[in-house]
């Protein structure tokens, strides 16, 4: 199941929160891409297209400076971030298969791919039903002020991603994660099962088993 919504809308804190209490896999959109990043083939390929300037001294590369250069509403900015999902993507496809594979074969109830930009890659062709979490814009602000984002950061982050009304209009069901967590687990666990034909049990806390 996709999980899509607005940047601090909570995606991620709900998916943890349901896996601790059903047990179902996650997969982590951000962390597949960060990890994509770390590879060898994948850090050679940046490195042709945009040169020193996104890598640290250690030669790892510089997130921020990668951001700013795929970031933002020029025709130059578009142009490098799909330069960059041309290169990441393959690999962060291939371990989404990997992770759907193995959470499928270990017996897990259900996965659940958080990803903000689910739709804009394609990902939903992983899914077999997308939930978008929502949260209004000032309860998201507050939640991510932690980050140190300037309002810039933000809006640049958020105009680079397919509008909220979009994403909202393609998913399968709409979530709210405006106040309560444990409510918006509940609800994305009643909308996984309704997807799915499916019910699903609490787990205990004995890691890994569902009783
Ligand atoms: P991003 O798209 O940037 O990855 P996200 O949608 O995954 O964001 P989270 O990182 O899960 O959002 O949540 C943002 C912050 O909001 C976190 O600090 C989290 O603890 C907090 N949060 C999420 N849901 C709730 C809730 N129902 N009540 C209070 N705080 C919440």
Not at 67 to 94: C, M, N, W, Y
Request: hydrophobic share 45%.
């Amino acid at each position: 199941m996709g999980l899509v919504g607005g940047i601090g809308s909570g995606k991620s804190t709900i998916a943890r929160r349901a896996s601790e209490r059903f047990g179902f896999a996650l997969i982590d959109g951000d962390a597949a891409g960060h990890r994509a990043l770390t590879m060898n083939d994948v850090r050679n390929q940046l490195k042709e297209r945009f040169g020193d300037g996104i890598f640290s001294t250690d030669g790892s590369v510089e997130r921020s400076a990668l951001a700013r250069r795929v970031f933002g509403a020029s025709a130059e900015h578009a142009a490098a971030k799909a330069d960059l999902e041309r290169i990441t993507h393959p690999v962060i496809r291939q371990e989404f298969r990997e992770k759907i594979a193995s959470a499928t074969a270990s017996g897990a109830p259900a996965v659940l791919l958080d990803a903000a930009v689910l739709f804009e890659a394609g990902w939903q062709e992983f899914c077999d039903g997308v939930v978008y979490v929502d949260a209004p814009d000032e309860v998201r602000h507050s939640r991510i002020a932690e980050r140190g984002w300037t309002a810039a950061d933000w809006r640049r982050r958020e105009a680079s991603q397919m509008s909220l009304d979009e994403k909202r209009r393609r998913a399968n069901m709409v979530i709210s994660n405006a106040a309560s967590l444990d409510e918006a687990v509940d609800a994305l666990v009643a909308a996984v099962g309704e997807m799915c034909d499916r019910s699903f049990v609490e787990s205990t806390s004995v890691a890994g088993s569902t009783v």
